[in-house]
């Protein structure tokens, strides 16, 4: 069954799931608890640097930011913080299984003060130099709270081979013992006090995996609140991606009208005219009045045909039937349908006045080429389509009882897509989501849900006039 989601990204960084855990009694043993601890490990000797360009950095920033050099070097130096947070990152994905987006990248603005303040003011090196300073501690205390779970673990599990090497010691009862002491006359050198102390050591070997994962629990939420893109830097990447998509969509279509233009309509008028032309000029030398007839009548013909194609183009560019609002352009357009499509569209979608015009468009072109899609490639013999208002969204549902198998295919660099990929594109322009379930063997079902209210906007129904 293939079954996608497609969504503007939320307002947290991307992280994918940790590798499966291991049980409580492989625990110790696991690849993961060693990773995690060689994190902790790493990361203590990062961390008096990392420290240490952290204080620098605030300590030159306050300092030296009087003069025009000292502005430059410590918008260099909180720049920078982005180059420790990728580090960061990185051994976070290679030993915590936590994959953070990095923040969008640094925009230089024209101008040079504008440059110095957007260096001074990147919010992406500050949360890095957040991230350092208040790791530093955590660094400390983990690292050496782990190692001495697993150390002292391991050295009483392995007690009874090398206490006898010890040195002796006397007692508080006047006896040489040769064994660790605990207190002043408790002494591990009886096999009862070894064993205990072997069983200690298990305890600790088998805490000592989750004391450290732990920490580095503490350590992804960290990762992923300071060294991720915040949701407006989401946002504003959304915003870039769904307007180079609109902007490459428009051109296609564009370049799709030009073509048929081109090819199509312009060629039949140059027709039309050649042969009105050959007509005149039949005409002119006296000729055949019925083969100049039958040249106008070709001529006709010919008009009427480019009528329709300009009629074609006009409806693909916006379809008439829209004007009359998206309920009467839905039952148009499946009328028209090569498929029986059955239309159902809430009464309530409407009730408070027509939608705005750019998801009327986006809602009528996505059940087009959905219904489409169902009759040219999913051998469909029947499509359902559903609107239905829900609070503040419109959710459309097309079903369809074809073949199934439909998927997304994302661009691959080329500027060409898919027509699902193009309507992706569409429906995120306007923050709406695209759901795509078609198992092989189908049916497939397409479920988008657009808001009433355009993002940035803040108007939702459009006026009917």
Known sequence: MTT???????????????????????????????????????????APFAFTYAVLTVSLAAGI??????????????????GWGAVHRGL?????????????????????????GSLIGDPAGWRALLFMIVTF??????FVVSITFLATGLGLITYGIWFRFLPEQTGADGELHRGAQLGSSYFLDTPPRILLGMLAGVVLLYCWPWITRTFTLLYRVLTAALLGPTQAGLRVAELERSR????????????????????????????????????????????????AAELLETAHTSTKDALTELRELARGIHPPALDSGLAVALETL???????????????????????????????FTVAELVTNAAKHARATAAYVLVEALGETVRIRVRDDGRGGAHVVPPDGSGLRSGLAGLVE?????????????????????????????????????DPA
């Open 92 to 116: 976070a994905r290679e030993l915590l299984d936590v994959d953070v987006d990095a923040p969008a990248p640094y925009t230089r603005p024209r101008g040079f003060w504008r440059t110095v």
């Open 244 to 291: 180079t998509g609109a902007v490459d969509d428009a051109d296609a279509r564009l370049r799709s009208i030009e073509r048929d233009l081109h090819d199509g309509t312009q060629a039949r008028l140059v027709a039309v005219a050649m042969q009105l032309g050959e007509a005149r000029e039949h005409l002119a030398e006296g000729g055949d009045v019925a083969q």
């Open 137 to 142: 501690p955590l660094t400390v205390l983990s």
């Open 4 to 46: 996608m989601t497609v969504d503007r990204p939320g307002a947290g960084p991307t992280t994918r799931p940790a590798r499966r855990d291991p049980g409580f009694l492989t625990a110790p043993f696991a690849s993961r608890t060693w990773r995690e601890q060689a994190y902790l490990a790493l990361v203590l000797l990062l």
């Open 65 to 82: 930011a009087v003069t025009v050099v000292g502005l430059v070097v410590a918008g260099a130096l909180v720049l920078g913080g982005r």
């Open 426 to 462: 569409r429906v995120r322009s306007v923050d709406g989501t695209f759901d795509l379930s078609s198992p092989v063997g189908g049916p497939t079902v397409v479920t988008v849900t657009l808001p009433t209210t355009l993002p940035g906007t803040g108007t939702g129904a459009a």
């Open 334 to 364: 499946a009328a028209r349908s090569a498929l029986p499509v059955t239309v159902d569209v809430d009464p309530a979608v409407e009730a408070g006045g027509r939608l705005a015009p750019a998801q009327e468009s986006i809602a009528y």
